[in-house]
């Protein structure tokens, strides 16, 4: 149980474009769900905390106009980059709380070209 | 006080033996402490988890063992195989937001 998808697992865009991602917990039902960056070799920064319903809550230096969440049913969270740039490229990786632990999503690569 | 850290940064263990990674904590309100182990490429899986009321916790070859007074806890890996090699992070929460505070990640090798 706690499984968490995410689509897609790559994609590469243009810079200018925008790119979304989606997060899904399959077998439970979140409130909660957790927007994570990762650089090569580092931690998990959180960019930001979903919840349904409501709006999101970003963590300090991180654009909300940028980086669009919307939590729009206890099950699904996305995640749009805006006008992407290369600076932009990372591993996005969400996660789902239940109950008091998160369980992650296997992460989507972001290639800006 | 919110940070969470993580020793060592990486570890190099022959296979069967011990793997231990340590973390410390500063701030008291956090009650929750789970670990995760992460390949490349993939998301983080959850291994184990402890609150403090506990000073130990074992399933399998994992253990954490929980100093509260220290302010520390460590993850123990039994019998290393080399199918454990990945980066391993440990995090804290507190019962507030559930927000995680994730240590810097210790990257273990096991040799075969």
């Known amino acids: 149980g706690a499984v968490v998808s995410q689509h897609p697992s790559r994609v590469i865009c243009k810079s200018g474009t925008s790119v979304k991602i989606e997060c899904r917990s399959l077998?439970?039902?979140?409130?909660?769900m957790f927007w994570y960056r990762q650089f090569p070799k580092q931690s998990l920064m959180l960019m930001a905390t979903s919840n349904e319903g409501s709006k999101a809550t970003y963590e300090q230096g991180v654009e909300k106009d940028k980086f669009l969440i919307n939590h729009a049913s206890l099950t699904l969270s996305t995640l749009t980059v805006t006008s992407a740039h290369p600076e932009d490229s990372s591993f996005y990786i969400c996660?789902?709380?239940?109950?008091?632990?998160?369980?992650f999503g296997p992460g989507t690569r972001l290639l800006v070209l | 006080q919110q940070q969470v850290k993580q020793s060592p940064q990486s570890l190099i263990v022959q296979k069967g033996g011990i793997s231990i990674i340590n973390c410390a904590y500063e701030n008291t309100a956090f009650d929750y402490f789970p670990w995760y182990q992460q390949f490349p490429g993939k998301g983080p899986a959850l291994l184990i988890a402890i609150r403090p009321d506990v000073s130990e916790k074992k399933e399998g070859r994992f253990t954490i063992s929980f100093n509260k007074s220290a302010k520390q806890f460590s993850l123990h890996i039994m019998d290393s195989q080399p199918g454990d090699s990945a980066t391993y992070f440990c995090a804290a929460s507190w019962s507030g937001t559930y927000k995680y505070i994730f240590g810097t990640g210790t990257r273990l090798k096991v040799l075969a």
């Open positions: 077998d439970f039902q979140a409130t909660t």
């Open positions: 996660s789902a709380q239940l109950e008091t632990t998160q369980y």
